[in-house]
């Protein structure tokens, strides 16, 4: 947890505070006077007696106790400052702005173990090295302009990129986003996004606390810490949006199967924020956007008003919706006849509602008001600039009475940046915001307004034998486990799988004869991708044909034995499970076979995975109409499908060592699901060989 003299020093000594508002030390000291901080400020410079006005000591042994430290000197002299502020002034807060750290070199990666660690023995905490500080309500200790607006409902914000929060802040400024508290980790020698997010969550108050979230994210730590707290502030009634940078395919791992091919980092990423609940967006336009959408009241539907001045920003905005699953409802009637009798010849009413380029005050108020009472609208969206030729304070004015008073969400996208700046910031000026683009507002409300929050799977596991399967894990090694031991964990866990013959000799095959159930498919043991070797034979159906198929299949290179099933008719389905680093397992599906990779169609969700989760995964496919049954043909039992998902996640919450997962192809029909091939990779640690019991 942070200190509480981070989050509220009644003392505040800044390290390398100058008259120089240009460097880091003498921006952070005017920002803290200039938004008047309530406690004791003092500075440390070696040349001066006052610095802004401040006293100032050129020793640091000489200041009194201070709950806080702003540190803006050089980092080979830090660890002597941290030495002494912890061990003789009783400081517990630290924010370090100095670079030369561990983003540096290996030198500098030993100052900052260092550094944190005398913070860390004295019981304080530490914010940084290398970040631009800290905004709450309490003090303003970064070095950077513009300071936005602070407001108790503002959104709270978490960067891992001083200059990328600098640029966030300023975007939001413009737009008229406020801000509760901002925190930028830098390095994260001690505090990361993790460890804010858990002040968020502990400290969290339902009346006083900010409901929405940001990130900006380089790197997540402690992937469970991380699922924990931002599941907590959403359960809560929060809603957090973040920006995760640096998943490329090129930081994942070459890997073996299908599986490990398709779940990147990215995907990790992805499905992690997927099972807390979070919205993900992909710049700092996109999230300040959402942001400035979740600040709004909620709408109880998606059927959305377009009332516009100008009938192109109109139009692409109406595309945007459409596309991704908003309604734009037709408006028609009376009531509409009556609207249309307000306004000027040439309007248009039936959605989205265009009252000209000539359209004033009076016309947006009454067409608000339709919109209020319409049960066809459960939102709405004016665009409003202006063409240059007059004042429209007056259509401001409406719009601020009616956002505050309305029963339902208006969304002000003002794009007349020029032409109408001063009415615009008037606007933003009276608490409210604005978004200058329709299209990347469009965009972002489609997100907002489709997320889904999941129930989460709680409670125990029902795993059935979980003795045996212990038993079996243990009974072998890293690495692929033999597909006998794989197909009798499958069958443990509860998942059904044709039963499979293993052979590896002429005599072997002569010794299973009687028990083989013509027709048949045998698939080479040995080579990784038995497809792009040609290791599978399919409706062998006779004696000769069997024995042809078995030595055809035994002189691919690398075969060690041929399996031999029964020939099942279905669709192909494939499941699998990734696990990568500290992050929870990763359950893909989709369809099976050679498409896996081919289509990519895929939906993923995190361990434990529940039967909502689990028929949600299915229902994203893009094949879930063929799943379903489409044009005449049959669909597959989708409820049984999801059962298996289910099941496997729950053997995952048992087996950790799983590596990965690779249960490809599954044959489905109407009534049945069966495994047909199966591949298991064990990864083991020391904490993980544990007796059964």
């Avoid at 640091?60 to 980092?75: F, H, V």
């Avoid at 009783?90 to 702005?97: D, L, S």
């Avoid at 513009?146 to 802040?169: C, H, M, Q």
């Avoid at 967006?281 to 300040?288: F, K, V």
């Amino acid at each position: 947890m942070l200190h509480s003299k981070l989050i509220r020093p009644e003392s505040i000594v800044v390290v390398g505070g100058s008259d120089n508002i240009h460097s880091p030390g003498g921006r952070v000291l005017k920002n803290l006077i200039d938004h008047h901080f309530q406690g004791k400020l003092l500075v440390i410079n070696p040349k001066k007696d006052v610095v802004q006005g401040i006293t100032s000591y050129r020793d640091i042994n000489d200041i009194p106790e201070t709950d806080l430290a702003i540190i803006a000197i050089a980092a080979k002299y830090v660890p002597e400052a941290v030495k002494v502020l912890t061990q003789s002034k009783n400081t517990k807060g630290f924010i370090i702005f100095s670079a030369g750290f561990s983003e540096k070199d290996e030198s500098g990666a030993r100052l900052e173990k260092e550094v944190a660690g005398m913070i860390r023995e004295a019981g304080g905490s530490l914010l940084g090295p290398n970040n631009i500080g800290l905004i709450n309500k309490h003090y303003t200790g970064v070095f950077t302009t513009p300071i936005p607006r602070l407001d108790e409902k503002g959104v709270d914000f978490i960067s891992g990129s001083g200059a990328t929060a600098v640029f966030i802040i300023e975007a939001a400024k413009s737009m008229g986003l406020t801000f509760s508290s901002i925190y930028t980790v830098g390095n994260s020698a001690q505090i990361g996004v993790e460890e804010i997010l858990e002040f968020l969550d502990h400290s969290f108050d339902l009346q006083k606390s900010s409901k929405v979230k940001l990130l900006y994210i380089e790197s997540i730590k402690d992937p469970l810490k991380f699922l924990k707290h931002t599941s907590s502030l959403i359960r809560k009634g929060c809603k957090i949006a973040a920006i995760k940078a640096g998943s490329s395919e090129e930081g994942n791992r070459a890997a073996s199967s299908h599986t490990g091919a398709i779940a990147n980092s990215d995907v990790f990423v992805d499905t992690l924020f997927k099972k807390a609940g979070i919205i993900r967006c992909y710049g700092r336009n996109e999230l300040i956007t959402v942001a400035g959408i979740l600040q709004q009241k909620e709408s109880e539907g998606k059927n959305i008003a377009i009332i516009t001045h100008a009938g192109g920003p109109a139009v692409m905005l109406t595309d945007v919706l459409s596309k991704n699953g908003l309604k734009i409802p037709q408006l028609k009637g009376k009531e509409s006849e009556i609207l249309l009798s307000q306004l000027f010849d040439g309007s248009s009413v039936s959605n989205p509602i265009d009252f000209l380029a000539t359209g004033n005050a009076q016309q947006l108020e009454a067409i608000i008001e339709f919109c209020e009472n319409s049960p066809e609208i459960d939102a709405m969206t004016v665009i409003f600039g202006s063409p240059g030729l007059t004042t429209v304070e007056d259509v401001y004015e409406v719009l601020d009475q009616k956002i505050r008073i309305s029963k339902k969400p208006i969304y002000a996208v003002l794009p007349s940046v020029v032409n109408v700046k001063g009415e615009i910031d008037n606007f933003i000026k009276k608490g409210n915001i604005a978004f200058p683009d329709e299209v990347l507002f469009g965009s972002a409300l489609a997100k907002v307004y489709n997320h889904t929050l999941l129930s989460q799977k709680t409670g125990d596991f029902d795993i059935g034998p979980s003795e045996e399967i212990r038993e079996l894990i243990n009974s072998h090694p890293e690495g692929y486990m033999p597909t006998e031991a794989a197909v009798r964990l499958l069958k443990l866990a509860g998942i059904k799988f044709a039963t499979p013959h293993q052979v590896t000799s002429e005599a072997g095959l002569n010794k299973i004869m009687k028990s083989i159930t013509f027709p048949v498919v045998l698939k080479v043991e040995g080579p990784l991708h038995k497809s792009d070797v040609g290791g599978v034979i399919l409706n062998v159906s006779s004696q000769t044909e069997l024995f042809d198929s078995f030595h055809k299949l035994m002189q691919i290179e690398g075969a060690v034995s041929v399996m031999i099933q029964p020939m099942i008719n279905g669709k192909e389905l494939f499941i699998g499970a990734k696990k990568e680093g500290n992050y929870p397992h990763v359950i893909l599906c989709g369809l099976g076979g050679i498409f896996v990779e081919v289509l990519k169609d895929i939906s993923t969700s995190m361990i434990p995975v529940s039967e909502e989760e689990a028929l949600k995964m299915i229902n994203d496919l893009k094949a879930y109409p063929i799943l379903k049954g489409v044009r005449g043909q049959k669909g597959i039992n989708i409820p049984a499908f999801a059962d298996a998902i289910v099941k496997l996640s729950d053997l995952l919450m048992t087996v950790p060592e799983i590596a990965e997962l690779d249960l490809n192809p599954l044959m489905a029909t109407e009534n049945d699901l069966i495994a047909v091939d199966v591949r298991i990779r064990l990864e083991k640690t020391e904490t993980e060989l544990q007796p059964a019991r």
